[in-house]
């Protein structure tokens, strides 16, 4: 019996020394989890933003690009300073 239980403390003392966790794969988990967070965060804004966009449209933009063509055309010229002698 306590060559049996000596085999198995042995054997969690080699899959200790065999799994052993370094502690730079804990750092990295960390960073992983928190790019995931601000990828989610920034997904869900972007979808925020892409159903605003949809539900109040801009219609100035199209309005304000039709007098910009008459803009063009009316050139305003002013009169020159007179010169006093």
Do not use: C
């Amino acid at each position: 019996m306590a060559n049996k239980f000596d085999d198995f403390l042995s054997a969690i003392k080699l899959g200790e020394i065999i799994h052993k966790k370094d502690p730079d794969e804990k750092k990295k988990h960390t960073i992983i989890w928190i790019l995931a967070i601000i990828g989610a965060v920034a997904a869900v804004a972007a979808i925020a933003y892409a159903v605003y966009r949809y539900m109040h449209p801009d219609y100035l933009e199209d309005f304000d690009d039709d007098f910009d063509e008459y803009e063009e055309d009316d050139e305003v010229i002013e009169p020159e300073p007179e010169v006093q002698e």
